[in-house]
């Protein structure tokens, strides 16, 4: 076996698309590259090999989810390793172009790839002369590069343009070097997502299709075209980052809450968030709160629907963990978290409070209703439903009133969906149903075929 698979421990969080790296230094201390603020995956690998982080380097400030190297330096002692030009306020080593760190057997070498970001560093992985491999963060990625766009569209053109450059200098590298991106299949900071997360130098001049494009305007028009929507907190996680997470001492609480707190807390500006399964939901909820059903993509539609400043109340089912609420929601910097109903529904109806409910439905009991797609542009055109009124879920609050009334609301399988209900209900749309299924459910239905690209879309 090879150093990646003997030494380098991929962390993947599915929901936001990316990858952490444990690196095992083969002394009982390990390097940890861009790990998140939720620490548990980090150290339940790390506890499995007996290791120390002593080192905690980040690519960059990231814009979707707040970094866990300050935990690290404040529980381990590790080392943080960042740019210079990113001008962190909190202790760490500020590192150049060309600056190397010795982790003891093994070399970090930085290089600046900016394009992402203005100040992002690419890491290489020495073994003497020897490239291991190279952390890219946010430069090179599977068969693409991140986007561009992050730090507003007057300069979206110039950091591509950087982005151009940082790509050709990374594969100016040898082609057996291994290429471990942070963002990756599901990112949102990706243009657009690929689908395996690491590669190879030599791999990726083959297949990127960044890397063979003909000249820079060219590579320029192919970045471009490629960038999508991005959640709303992307907008202030840079700052954060830049300042430095809150240090943490163990999970924070999720406190128990009466129902008559909870009316409180609504009453008095507050919002509640049901992370219970779609289908739940559907059989009934407090009026007003919003669907964001826990799953891998709860942080990300969080984050995007709710201002972070914002009380917050959890209606969760019994089975469901609290702490993963609460990680998911710390890891995007949502700290205002009030804390989850006591007894769930049933509490809430006992103390003699309203439900409502929201027809969740099967494609063949659709009829007549018009179809509200709210998946994201990329997958509309991938494949849709003939005639669908296409509104982007993370839109819909500013367009409620393109909704169609009495409209069948569908994403990919139901729970985007019902995230996008209950927006409409607050909205003052009642009479709306939620597809249960996708848009290939409803075409086999009613006897149609998707149609591609973007016809229908409602801009």
């Not at 001492?249 to 128990?256: C, H, I, Q």
């Not at 919002?271 to 990300?300: E, K, Y």
């Not at 009380?311 to 993963?324: S, Y």
Request: glycine share 10%.
């Amino acid at each position: 076996m090879g150093f990646a698979d003997d030494h380098l421990i991929p962390l993947v969080d599915a929901g936001l698309g990316n990858s952490a790296y444990l690196v095992d230094l083969g002394d009982g201390r390990a390097l940890a590259v861009d790990a998140a603020r939720d620490l548990r995956a980090l150290r339940r690998a790390a506890d499995r090999r007996g290791l120390t982080v002593a080192f905690a380097a980040d690519t960059h400030l990231h814009a979707d989810f707040l970094s866990g190297a300050v935990q690290l330096a404040h529980d381990d002692g590790a080392r943080v390793l960042a740019s210079a030009a990113g001008r962190r306020v909190f202790p760490h080593t500020p590192l150049g172009d060309g600056d190397e760190t010795d982790l003891g057997g093994l070399t970090l070498r930085a290089l600046a790839t900016p394009g992402h970001t203005d100040e992002h560093l690419s890491f290489l992985l020495l073994d003497g002369d020897h490239e291991l491999g190279v952390f890219t963060g946010g430069s090179m990625i599977v068969d693409s590069a991140a986007r561009t766009d992050l730090l507003g569209a007057d300069r979206t053109e110039e950091l591509a343009r950087a982005q151009y450059r940082s790509l050709r200098r990374l594969a100016a590298l040898p082609d057996a070097t291994r290429v471990w991106p942070t963002h990756g299949a599901g990112s949102f900071c990706s243009a657009p997502p690929g689908n395996e997360r690491t590669s190879t130098i030599g791999a990726q001049k083959r297949s990127n299709p960044l890397l063979t494009a003909p000249d820079e305007d060219t590579f320029v028009r192919r970045l471009l075209s490629g960038l999508g929507s991005y959640p709303a907190y992307f907008d202030r996680l840079a700052e954060a980052n830049r300042k430095g997470p809150g240090i943490l001492t163990g999970t924070p609480a999720l406190p128990d809450l009466t129902a008559g707190q909870v009316a409180d807390l609504l009453a008095q500006g507050g919002q509640v968030v049901d992370v219970r399964p779609a289908a739940d939901f559907a059989a009934g909820h407090i009026p007003g709160a919003l669907s964001i059903p826990l799953r891998d993509q709860f942080a990300t539609w969080l984050g995007w629907l709710l201002p972070e400043a914002v009380p917050l109340a959890f209606v969760t089912a019994e089975e469901q963990e609290p702490a993963e609420v609460v990680w998911q929601a710390y890891k995007i910097g949502y700290e205002r978290l009030s804390g989850r109903l006591a007894g769930g529904m049933r509490a809430w109806l006992a103390a003699g409070n309203p439900q409502a409910t929201t027809a969740f439905i099967t494609a063949d009991r659709t009829a007549d209703r018009p179809y509200v797609d709210v998946r994201q542009s990329s997958e509309f055109s991938a494949g849709h439903v003939p005639g669908a009124v296409h509104i982007e879920l993370a839109s819909l609050c500013a367009r409620a009133v393109d909704a169609p009334e009495g409209a069948v609301v569908a994403c990919g399988h139901g729970e985007r969906a019902m995230t996008a209900a209950s927006l409409l209900e607050r909205a003052g749309h009642f009479d709306v149903a939620v597809l249960d299924g996708g848009p290939a459910d409803y075409a086999a239905a009613h006897g149609q075929r998707l149609t591609e690209g973007k016809e229908g879309v409602q801009s």
